[in-house]
């Protein structure tokens, strides 16, 4: 095995090289497309259930003063998009089972005086995964110049099946599809370069049949290109966790096989691929030339190794092109202390690679979104990009199906958009689904939205109905029963208190939506029973079980989630149970590592526990305590990712997008942003003694902003804030001697 660097001089030309290419990138405007003039879709003829086809499309036209110039395209799996061998775009974004929303990009800026060429590489998988929906494949594509359809598939378009990519391969992990593998020569991009190329034997193309069509509705990407630093022979370093598009420059002198092996962390000093149970390379078999080589799929890591198989290679440069939301820069947050500071940092990292078009649960080993993830994920959306567009993609997807395939009726998939072939769901997470509605509404005004959920929502409500007992309580629920990554998920036997929590809360929720009463006053009873059989005289109990007599036993499983849940949903109020608060407010979260307080309490993890217990501490004002919880638990996450992770450990994802609920966490109680209502126009303050003396930040609101800077001194605080037009604000100071604001019109 033989790899060389190349000198510093060549680097920081390559560097330049690729810094241009990606200012060059045009920041699209959202242009609304929801139907093509000309264009069918098509794909290879008798083969759209295939598996693991790539099929490469090219078209060339002629255009000589161009004014507008506009690619349209929707696919049923993934596709890449360049014009005249410069990448444009990946996508497209995702919809519900039969619905396909179109990508518009601005392509002029990527013209040239003459003969242009239009290259597609399209991905067909037809694989059960949680990241792209099993469906029949095609391309629907167009190209408009000067408002007219210059080519399009199903009379333009020439598609070439040119196996540079192995088809015979295993997946990536048994929530992606399947692995890159590529067998390439240094003539390998010609067809999507070269004038009248016509090497390659095209395939027939067959229209397929009609599609549902859907206008993108997001933001585009961010595509910025930023390099990694070699650490060691062979092993790459970005400078915190990235997504995207694995990039390597690299000279071949004689027939080389090599892989490339990621991750987000070190397994002791070096990369291990297989560490989440993934397959995590992609391979190249490259004959003698040089290669600029490109993952198709976008992946997550913070390191890379190159593994030499066979021959040798010079590695002359290692990049990420970013496949990550774009909408996350407005917003501001900067504080006297730094360490506050990074962990606002990384919950905005975090968030930008989890929210391209969806809210992802995690960008590297399974891209769909799940369920309960996505409440707190749609909430730092809000603050980051002052508008709904990503959540109401999120939530219009589960409202689209007139039923979803292998999971029982009327319940919703745990994730999606994905395919659940062995027919497993999450009840609870379905009920999260309510939760998030009216949290949707608050932020958005869409009465509309909420309306079609209607049905659905119902349906959800019909489905919960065989599981009541005797008692109105849920037992022995179907499918995966999850309450948080910790002990409180192996009680989950026969009746499951925290599901029955989080049940009467989405009775509640449902009740206030649609003006039920009915439902309101079964949540009021489910409450009253669970306190009833579930709280001891000290804690809430996880679950009871049947006996052997038929006689439902309350047991003596607690845990710290248990808690939290209680409070968070309902079930319980400090003013209802006082002492059970006290002992959560002072003697639980991190401090229990050292004290050992309470052994027989299961404590929590990341998700959801700890994050519950933060909501709990933010209604009682504790922001000092917040923040000083939040630097035990985080900041070793961000410092060594630079983002946040989905367990309190290294065991899982380091990259999860509930976990950039940081930033939401930090706004509301240190920057005192509590709420913002773009329905009502209104901003709710909240100032507290968080311990720091500085605080400043901007929260986008529509094209506006919500602005604060304050300062504190003995007690006093001095605010200077800034509103949108036609806003007002409403504030409360505990705790604090004084507070002053100055306010300003935006």
């Not at 595509?223 to 062979?234: L, M, P």
């Not at 009920?431 to 932020?443: K, N």
């Not at 979260?589 to 050992?596: A, E, W």
Request: aromatic share 12%; hydrophobic share 35%.
């Amino acid at each position: 095995m033989k790899i060389q660097s190349l000198t510093k001089k060549c680097m920081a030309a390559l560097v330049m090289a690729l810094v241009v290419s990606s200012c060059s990138q045009p920041i699209a405007d959202l242009r609304e497309v929801d139907t093509f003039a000309q264009a069918k879709p098509v794909w290879a003829e008798g083969r759209e259930t295939e598996k693991n086809l790539t099929l490469h499309f090219r078209e060339q036209f002629n255009s000589y003063f161009a004014s507008t110039a506009y690619v349209k395209l929707t696919a049923s799996c993934d596709y890449r998009l360049k014009v005249n061998g410069e990448f444009v775009a990946h996508g497209p974004s995702v919809a519900a089972h039969d619905f396909y929303r179109i990508d518009c990009y601005d392509i002029k800026p990527y013209l040239k005086f003459g003969t242009n060429i239009v290259a597609l590489e399209v991905a067909g998988y037809n694989d059960d995964n949680y990241y792209l929906l099993n469906q029949p494949s095609f391309l629907q594509a167009e190209v408009e110049v000067n408002g007219k359809v210059v080519a399009a598939t199903g009379k333009d378009f020439t598609a070439y099946d040119l196996k540079q990519r192995r088809q015979d391969v295993r997946e990536f992990s048994f929530q992606r599809p399947y692995i890159e593998h590529y067998v390439l020569d240094p003539a390998y991009e010609e067809w999507a370069v070269k004038k009248d190329w016509a090497e390659g034997e095209p395939v027939k193309l067959a229209e397929q049949e009609a599609k549902q069509l859907l206008s993108r509705h997001v933001p585009y990407p961010d595509y910025t290109v930023h390099q990694a630093e070699q650490i060691a022979d062979n092993l790459y370093s970005f400078k915190c966790n990235s997504s995207g598009f694995l990039g390597v420059q690299l000279q071949v002198a004689e027939p080389t096989s090599l892989r490339l092996g990621f991750d987000e962390i070190l397994s002791g000093e070096r990369v291990n691929p297989g560490r989440m149970g993934c397959y995590a390379y992609v391979t190249y078999e490259l004959q003698p030339g040089t290669y600029t080589l490109e993952s198709f799929e976008p992946y997550t890591m913070k390191f890379m190794e190159v593994y030499v198989d066979k021959g040798s290679c010079q590695v002359e440069r290692v990049y990420m092109r970013d496949y990550c939301g774009s909408d996350v820069k407005r917003a501001t947050f900067q504080c006297d202390n730094e360490e506050t500071n990074e962990l606002f940092e990384a919950a905005r990292e975090t968030h930008r690679q989890n929210a391209v078009d969806i809210f992802m649960d995690c960008p590297s080993r399974e891209r769909a979104g799940w369920l309960c993830d996505s409440y707190f994920s749609s909430r730092v959306a809000f603050d980051f990009s002052g508008h709904t567009r990503i959540e109401k993609n999120f939530l219009e997807n589960f409202l689209l199906p007139k039923a979803f395939k292998h999971i029982d009726k009327g319940m919703l998939p745990m994730c999606y958009p994905s395919d659940h072939p062995n027919q497993n769901h999450i009840p609870n997470w379905a009920m999260w689904f309510v939760l998030e509605l009216e949290e949707y509404l608050h932020r958005s005004g869409d009465r509309e939205l909420v309306d079609r959920a209607k049905t659905r929502v119902y349906e959800l409500v019909d489905y919960f109905k065989p599981f009541l007992n005797e008692d109105g309580l849920l037992e022995k629920l179907s499918r995966w029963v999850f309450v948080e990554w910790s002990a409180a998920n192996s009680l989950v036997q026969d009746v499951n208190y925290p599901s029955n929590m989080l049940y009467a809360k989405m009775l509640e929720v449902i009740g206030r939506l649609y003006d039920d009463q009915a439902l309101t006053q079964q949540a009021a009873q489910v409450r009253k029973t669970i306190v009833e059989q579930s709280y001891d005289g000290e804690f809430f109990v996880d679950n009871a079980v049947r006996g052997k007599g038929g006689k439902l036993e309350v047991t003596r499983n607690r845990t710290e989630t248990c808690q939290y849940y209680a409070f968070y949903l309902g079930t319980a109020t400090p003013q209802s149970h006082p002492e059970l608060w006290a002992k959560m407010m002072n003697e639980f979260g991190p401090v229990r590592q050292t004290s050992k307080a309470y052994p027989e309490i299961h404590p929590s993890n990341a998700f959801i526990g700890n994050y519950l217990r933060m909501e709990l501490l933010s209604s009682e004002g504790r922001s000092k305590q917040i923040l000083e919880e939040n630097q035990s638990y985080y900041l070793p996450m961000a410092r060594q990712t630079g983002t946040l992770w989905e367990n309190m450990t290294t065991s899982a994802s380091c990259n999860h997008g509930f976990a950039a609920h940081m930033a939401r966490v930090l706004y509301r109680d240190v920057l005192g942003v509590y709420d913002i209502s773009p329905t009502e126009k209104k901003v709710t303050l909240r100032f507290t003694d968080c311990g720091l003396k500085h605080c400043k930040g901007s929260i986008p609101v529509g094209n506006e902003s919500v602005d604060v800077e304050w300062t504190m001194q003995d007690g006093q605080m001095d605010v200077s804030l800034k509103l949108p037009q036609g806003y007002t604000y409403e504030h409360t100071s505990p705790g604090l001697s004084s507070c002053t604001i100055t306010t300003k019109t935006n």
